[in-house]
């Protein structure tokens, strides 16, 4: 199993910037793609940033330019930072992976971390 934490939200103005950190645990060897999640309030969850193993990237149209996804393989991080932050940018960021052993393939998900732009 992989335990993911994360941590870094807060409150920011309009135009800030703030970085987000996803600490794995337990059989990290197994993750695979990697990626960022957030749920709006009355929203379903969307896709922010992904990053595969190979270290392709991939971002939502909403954020491209303004995020960036990162991986730390030897800490089992990762990381989105985010500039030009925009109140519509306010959510709930989850990070998750998936993990491949074998023939097993399981999702994993992290509880969350508040994120909230003021305009």
């Known amino acids: 199993q992989v335990q993911l934490a994360e941590s870094g939200g807060g409150l920011v103005q309009a135009g800030g910037s703030l970085r987000l950190s996803c600490a794995a645990s337990?059989?990290?060897?197994?993750?695979?793609?990697m990626g960022w999640y957030r749920q709006a309030p009355g929203k379903e969850r969307e896709t922010v940033a992904l990053r595969t193993s190979d270290g392709t990237t991939t971002y939502a149209d909403s954020v491209k330019g303004r995020f960036t996804i990162s991986r730390d393989n030897v800490k089992s991080a990762l990381y989105l930072q985010m500039n030009s932050l925009k109140p519509e940018d306010t959510a709930v960021y989850y990070c998750?992976?998936?993990?491949?052993?074998?023939?097993?393939?399981?999702?994993?998900w992290g509880q969350g971390t508040q994120v909230t732009v003021s305009a």
């Open positions: 998750n992976t998936l993990c491949l052993r074998g023939l097993s393939r399981n999702w994993y």
């Open positions: 337990g059989d990290t060897a197994c993750m695979s793609i």
